[in-house]
Structures are given as C-alpha cells and as structure tokens.
C-alpha cells in the first residue's frame, strides 16, 4: 500500500513537471500549429510511458517487458535533460528580462524566447544520444594506485580489480555481462571485487544474463557483497546463485589472503541499509573484521555504499572499496548524490583510512551517462609515506 502511494505520487508530480516543460516551451517555439501539436502530444505519452519504464520488470511477458522498460527509460533520460534545460531557459531569460528592464532595448527577448524555445529540445536529444552511447559501450579501465605506509613488499602492485553496480536487468544483459567479464579477465588480477548492485531482477529472470560471472577469474578469487538491489530482488535467493558462479559472498566477514609470504585481510558487509530488509543482514563493519589476525597491515573492506566509511575507519580498515552512486550517472544527479553520500566518485582519506568509490560498471534506469563515465578498477597497492 505504502508502495503503490508513492508511485502515484510520483505520477502526480510527473504529470505537473510536464504541464511546466509544456508551457514554457511549446507557445514560444518558432514552428507551426501542427509541430506544437505534436510536441503536445509526445509529452502526453512520455507521462504515460516512463511509469512502464520503471514497471516493466513487473511484466513477465517477454519480449514486451523489456522492449516497454527500453521505451520508457529512454522517455525518463529524455524528459530529464528536457526539464533542466527548461529550467536554465527560465534562468537565462529571467536574467536577460531583468537587463532589458535596467537598459530598454538592449536585448531582443523575442528573438531569444524563440530561439531557446527551439534549442532545449534539440539539445535534450542530443544529450539523450550521446549519453546512451556512454551508457552503452563497455566500461573503461581506470587505474588508481593506492599508497600505503610500510607497505609489505610482497604487496608491492598487488591488484584488485573491482566492478560495481551492473545492474542486469530489462535493459543490461548477457552480452553486456560478457564484454565486461572479458575485460576483467585480461587485466589478470590478484582478485576481483564486485562491490553490489549486480541485479535488478529475480533468479528466474536473469539467470541466464548473470551466467557469465562464472567466467570471473583471479589469482586470489573474486568476492562479492550485497547492494542495495539485490535486496529489491530477493537478496538470499541471489546469495545463494552468486555462490554458485563461484563468487565468495562476504557477509559481515572476512577471509585471509596469502600471497607471495605476505598476508591481507579481505572483508565485505552486507548493504549499509540491508537491516531494514533483514535485520539478520545489518551491516556491521566490526564484526566483519573480528577475528583478524592483528599482525596483518593491509585490511580491505568491500562495502556497497560509502556511507559504510565512517565505521570502516573505525574498525581499523586500510581500503574500503565502494559503489552505488554512479558518479551520479548524469548532470545534474552528481549534486544531489553528495547530500546521501559522502562520496561520490574517486579516491578520499577519512580519517587514516582510503576511500575508492567506483562511478559504476553498468547504469541504473534510463541508459544515459554524461560526465560520470562507467569504469572497471585496477586498485593496485603501492608503497606510501607518512601523511
């Protein structure tokens, strides 16, 4: 019940949102009656078809399931682009009506209105296009080194490749899955780090478009913790059919790495909010470390959300290794990240210990990516020196 309110809520506020982009946009555009017409009407069925787009894993009719959920995003990744740039429209001539009031004459405000009238909606296709290109393509591998102080020798370039947020589902699928397995594979790392978010589906659903993870192969092995998502889907069920693609799921514990005479704590928690789904599944930092030898240096934490960091520094963690916010995935989400999260994309120190946040391997929603591109991660150790 509390579900469904919220989802008419959000209509209501769609709705509203697209009486504003119409009023603002259409009577100023330099075109005839007939394109405005038109222009009308697609903001009628871009109301009507981004609902679908967030419901259509609900369809279990496929093909239409997912061709609905690819109509729908991409209306959800237009129209978005459609209302910021309406809102600078406004900005833009609310400024240059304030000039024209001070200096009459000044400034060709009809000229202006028509002329921003006709670009916003270009420009919103524009960004549409190039950003489902981004979107699209195979994620690039970023390198970040990590120094650490009396680093092990042996640890020296140690590699962990991480992947976070996929997000399989009605429009990532096996093929997507296999050119990103590919690329971790020919990296050759020590170990692999799938830091949550893998699905946005059932079992049932995707198992068949997760069946390439199987293929994930490193020295050390590959580990995986939950996100968010996967509580959405069924976290157990997916627990259970993560292990048996050969992932290690770590929850709230930690095992011990050997590797070339050195040693390494490598732990995972559940999501930061997985006690609201499961209080069996609370993330707990602490108890993810307890029992570690205390003679190990180097203690990795893999924890789907940055806000795990605070009680990871806690704990006595070296690396936390963190996903979720995609970078924020497209202007202008990256600000509205930082009110959640702590972080939102990069390397950062809190307090003694380092923060990699990984802007995503996949996307979430609409299949747009601008300024926050998708990336695999090769973290290697380095030697460091005293802050």
């Known amino acids: 019940m509390r579900r469904s309110s919220f989802l008419v809520r959000l209509i209501l506020i769609g709705i509203l949102l697209h009486i504003y982009v119409g009023f603002r ?4 555009m330099p075109v005839g009656m007939t394109v405005r017409t038109l222009a009308g ?6 109301v009507l078809l981004i609902p679908f787009g967030m419901l259509a894993r609900t369809i279990k009719q496929q093909p239409l399931g997912d061709r609905l959920a690819w109509v ?3 209306a959800m990744g237009f129209f978005s682009s459609l209302l910021v740039l309406t809102f600078a429209r406004d900005l833009v001539l609310a400024s240059l009506m304030t000039v024209d009031a001070i200096w009459p004459g000044t400034i060709a405000l009809a000229r202006w209105r028509t002329g921003t009238a006709a670009a916003v909606p270009l420009l919103a296709i524009l960004s549409t296009l190039v950003g489902l290109f981004n979107a699209r393509r195979r994620a690039r591998v970023v390198t970040i080194d990590v120094p650490i102080e009396d680093l ?11 992947i976070s947020d996929i997000h399989v589902g009605p429009t990532i699928k096996r093929r997507y899955v296999d050119a990103i397995v590919d690329a971790v594979n020919h990296l050759k790392p020590d170990l692999i780090a799938v830091t949550g978010d893998v699905v946005d589906g059932t079992v049932p659903q995707l198992t068949h478009h997760t069946q390439p993870l199987s ?8 580990f995986l913790v939950t996100g968010n998502h996967e509580y959405y889907a069924g976290a157990n069920a997916w627990i259970d059919e993560f292990r048996r693609l050969g992932l290690n799921v770590l929850l709230n514990e930690h095992v011990i790495v050997e590797h070339d005479g050195a040693r390494a704590v490598i732990a995972g928690v559940t999501d930061y909010s997985a006690g609201h789904h499961d209080p069996l599944h609370r993330s707990d930092p602490m108890a993810a470390i307890a029992g570690a030898p205390g003679d190990v240096l180097i203690k990795v934490l893999l924890a789907h959300q940055p806000r795990s960091a605070e009680a990871a520094a806690a704990a006595g963690f070296t690396l936390q290794l963190s996903g979720h916010t995609h970078g924020g995935q497209f202007f202008p989400w990256n600000f509205f990240v930082r009110i959640q999260q702590p972080f939102t994309a990069g390397l950062a120190r809190l307090n003694g210990l380092w923060v990699y946040t990984s802007r ?12 926050a591109p998708s990336e695999i991660t090769r973290v290697r150790l380095v030697p460091g020196v005293p802050d």
């Open 25 to 28: 946009l259409i009577p100023d």
């Open 360 to 371: 995503g391997t996949g996307y979430w929603g609409p299949p747009k990516r601008l300024g």
């Open 215 to 222: 293929r994930l192969s490193a020295r050390h092995g590959a």
């Open 152 to 162: 092990p020798a042996a640890l020296d370039g140690f590699t962990i490749v991480q």
């Open 72 to 74: 729908g995003l991409l």
């Open 41 to 46: 009407l697609w903001l009628v069925l871009s």
